[in-house]
């Protein structure tokens, strides 16, 4: 039986995305593989979530696309906006401090 992610992981794609873009632009696809990658499989997002939330960071202005052509394929590259930045700033803030409380209930774990 496959391992799915857990569904206290709300919103942790779009933090995961966001974080991806700040390094380089990339197509959906790719993000979704870099994903597994980096966090050697533990988490797996597949097109189906990841593509609803590039379009929502694309209508917030968050990221923008640009359509290219590579090796015979047209794909849309996304990239972080300036909006997006701050945007990115704003959730890491929030997943440290979040993190932070629940590694102090755990008994500081990994605090």
């Not at 794609?13 to 990658?37: S, T």
């Not at 972080?80 to 803030?93: C, I, Q, T």
Request: charged share 30%; hydrophobic share 40%; glycine share 8%.
């Amino acid at each position: 039986m496959a391992k799915t992610n857990p569904s206290f992981l709300n919103g942790v794609p779009e933090l995961l995305v966001l974080r991806l873009l700040a390094r380089r632009a990339m197509y959906g696809y790719e993000l979704v593989k870099e994903i597994q990658l980096q966090t050697k499989d533990a988490l797996s997002f597949g097109e189906g979530c990841i593509y609803p939330y590039l379009h929502y960071l694309e209508a917030e202005k968050f990221v923008k696309s640009k359509r290219r052509e590579v090796e015979g394929r047209s794909r849309n590259y996304y990239e972080l906006s300036n909006k997006g930045k701050k945007r990115l700033a704003a959730l890491e803030k929030e997943w440290e401090r979040v993190t932070t409380a629940v590694a102090a209930v755990r008994g500081g774990l990994y605090a």
